[in-house]
């Protein structure tokens, strides 16, 4: 078998069995594959697709390629995955909500891809955070803590690792075979007792529509129950960012005003959803609206809040990052309003526009060796349906140089449509798929 007559078959649109997708996936952990054949390889998935029992051969496949840990705990093991929005950073309320719950969640999270935010690069905004923790301080942490937030190591589904980073610079990170296989062969090999999906869909995610929202649910939560993971996904809207801060350091700032100080909206509705449908699955809830209750009551009394600062510390962040965030978070040194043009209704956001735009500030990657700039980003970004007068911010950008703050203000301006009328602004959660 080689890569060659792998990549042959797929040019010319045939099947792949078990053998060719097992060969795939140790080829890009042990480094058989090239990067051009790699890259060839997701570029032939995304054009040609795969058929279910290749999607699940894959993934089984990806996450057999490394370490799949096993855990003895007096509590379920849970986990969320998101896949992918603009100012998205439910899993730093949600994780210490779990625990504070009585849940174990080792969530390994990824970095930014395309136009969307990294769960990692928001936890690396706070100094001293360390995400990248081998086995033995991963169980440790979420035994002593009850959750961690990190990244896969070399030893988590390596063969991920390098399809990863391949997707993010070759226009495949679309495709709903690539993202199963991602996703799941992560959180398979985390030995989790239960998962929740967050499927989003509009603007500013990677599907525009609830079809292909709903096909993507399907084909995630089909193929981690077929590996034997008890899996639900919701689909939830992202017609306009989740919270109205996009960049690294800007995303932490909104969730610490949620865990320390009773924020609601957006964050806490998603958040509750999510927990409560992994609470009842998990028999830690009598059904999903009582667990729901409970991950709201976890970040209203300040549970949450305290497990999210027990889990910073052990990560090598502030001992008392909760009660002196302000102090630790990093600023830019250019900030610019974004005003209004003319005065208006605010119709339609274009949240992949926005996350573009971060991207170009140094918020993101263009290429897998750039340096993120953790200042950088947008707040105060204005609400679909929302009146604005004339010369009032729409946004704010957040620049290390005057230059990029210019480039960020003209796209900004251009991602945000205003008119007359009022604006039906979509339910944050459209539907559930079990």
Same mark, same amino acid.
């Given at each position: 078998?080689?890569?060659?007559?792998?990549?042959?078959?797929?040019?010319?649109?045939?099947?792949?069995?078990?053998?060719?997708?097992?060969?795939?996936?140790?080829?890009?952990?042990?480094?058989?594959?090239?990067?051009?054949?790699?890259?060839?390889?997701?570029?032939?998935?995304?054009?040609?697709?795969?058929?279910?029992?290749?999607?699940?051969?894959?993934?089984?496949?990806?996450?057999?390629?490394?370490?799949?840990?096993?855990?003895?705990?007096?509590?379920?093991?849970?986990?969320?995955?998101?896949?992918?929005?603009?100012?998205?950073?439910?899993?730093?309320?949600?994780?210490?909500?779990?625990?504070?719950?009585?849940?174990?969640?080792?969530?390994?999270?990824?970095?930014?891809?395309?136009?969307?935010?990294?769960?990692?690069?928001?936890?690396?905004?706070?100094?001293?955070?360390?995400?990248?923790?081998?086995?033995?301080?991963?169980?440790?942490?979420?035994?002593?803590?009850?959750?961690?937030?990190?990244?896969?190591?070399?030893?988590?589904?390596?063969?991920?690792?390098?399809?990863?980073?391949?997707?993010?610079?070759?226009?495949?990170?679309?495709?709903?075979?690539?993202?199963?296989?991602?996703?799941?062969?992560?959180?398979?090999?985390?030995?989790?007792?239960?998962?929740?999906?967050?499927?989003?869909?509009?603007?500013?995610?990677?599907?525009?529509?609830?079809?292909?929202?709903?096909?993507?649910?399907?084909?995630?939560?089909?193929?981690?129950?077929?590996?034997?993971?008890?899996?639900?996904?919701?689909?939830?809207?992202?017609?306009?960012?989740?919270?109205?801060?996009?960049?690294?350091?800007?995303?932490?700032?909104?969730?610490?005003?949620?865990?320390?100080?009773?924020?609601?909206?957006?964050?806490?509705?998603?958040?509750?959803?999510?927990?409560?449908?992994?609470?009842?699955? &998990?028999?830690?809830? #009598?059904? !999903?609206? /009582?667990?729901?209750?409970?991950?709201? %009551? *976890? $970040?209203?009394? +300040? =549970?949450? @809040?305290?497990?999210?600062?027990?889990?910073?510390?052990?990560?090598?962040?502030?001992?008392?990052?909760?009660?002196?965030?302000?102090?630790?978070?990093?600023?830019?040194?250019?900030?610019?309003?974004?005003?209004?043009?003319?005065?208006?209704?605010?119709?339609?956001?274009?949240?992949?526009?926005?996350?573009?735009?971060?991207?170009?500030?140094?918020?993101?990657?263009?290429?897998?060796?750039?340096?993120?700039?953790?200042?950088?980003?947008?707040?105060?970004?204005?609400?679909?349906?929302?009146?604005?007068?004339?010369?009032?911010?729409?946004?704010?950008?957040? &620049?290390?140089?005057? #230059?990029? !703050?210019? /480039?960020?203000?003209?796209?900004?301006? %251009? *991602? $945000?449509?205003? +008119? =007359?009328? @009022?604006?039906?602004?979509?339910?944050?959660?459209?539907?559930?798929?079990?």
């Amino acid at each position: 078998m080689s890569a060659r007559e792998i990549l042959a078959k797929l040019r010319h649109g045939r099947a792949l069995d078990v053998a060719d997708l097992e060969w795939v996936a140790g080829a890009l952990a042990d480094g058989g594959l090239s990067d051009a054949q790699a890259g060839a390889f997701a570029m032939g998935v995304c054009a040609r697709g795969l058929d279910e029992p290749g999607r699940v051969a894959l993934t089984r496949a990806m996450c057999a390629s490394g370490t799949v840990l096993a855990w003895d705990l007096d509590k379920p093991v849970l986990d969320k995955h998101s896949t992918g929005g603009v100012g998205d950073c439910v899993s730093l309320v949600l994780a210490p909500a779990l625990a504070a719950c009585g849940a174990y969640v080792p969530m390994i999270s990824g970095r930014g891809l395309g136009h969307t935010g990294g769960t990692l690069d928001k936890l690396e905004a706070i100094p001293g955070v360390g995400v990248m923790l081998d086995e033995a301080r991963l169980r440790a942490v979420v035994g002593e803590v009850g959750c961690a937030i990190v990244g896969a190591t070399g030893d988590i589904a390596p063969a991920d690792k390098r399809l990863y980073a391949v997707r993010d610079v070759t226009a495949t990170v679309d495709s709903i075979d690539l993202i199963c296989a991602s996703i799941l062969s992560k959180k398979l090999a985390a030995g989790l007792e239960g998962l929740v999906l967050d499927v989003k869909v509009g603007s500013g995610a990677f599907m525009k529509t609830p079809a292909e929202a709903r096909a993507l649910a399907q084909a995630l939560v089909g193929t981690a129950n077929a590996a034997g993971c008890p899996t639900t996904a919701v689909l939830s809207d992202m017609n306009q960012p989740l919270v109205p801060s996009l960049g690294n350091a800007l995303e932490v700032a909104e969730v610490m005003q949620v865990l320390t100080g009773g924020a609601s909206g957006a964050i806490v509705e998603l958040s509750a959803a999510l927990g409560g449908a992994l609470l009842a699955g &998990a028999g830690l809830a #009598a059904e !999903a609206d /009582a667990g729901a209750a409970r991950i709201r %009551a *976890a $970040i209203d009394d +300040g =549970a949450a @809040a305290e497990r999210f600062g027990a889990m910073i510390a052990a990560l090598g962040g502030p001992v008392r990052f909760v009660e002196t965030w302000q102090r630790f978070l990093p600023e830019a040194t250019v900030v610019r309003e974004v005003t209004a043009a003319q005065a208006g209704v605010v119709q339609a956001i274009d949240g992949e526009a926005l996350g573009h735009a971060v991207v170009a500030l140094g918020g993101g990657r263009v290429v897998e060796s750039d340096q993120v700039d953790p200042a950088v980003g947008l707040s105060g970004v204005v609400r679909l349906g929302e009146p604005v007068a004339k010369g009032q911010p729409l946004a704010v950008v957040h &620049a290390s140089r005057p #230059a990029q !703050a210019d /480039a960020a203000v003209r796209a900004v301006r %251009a *991602a $945000i449509s205003l +008119g =007359a009328g @009022a604006v039906e602004t979509p339910d944050l959660i459209l539907e559930r798929v079990s």
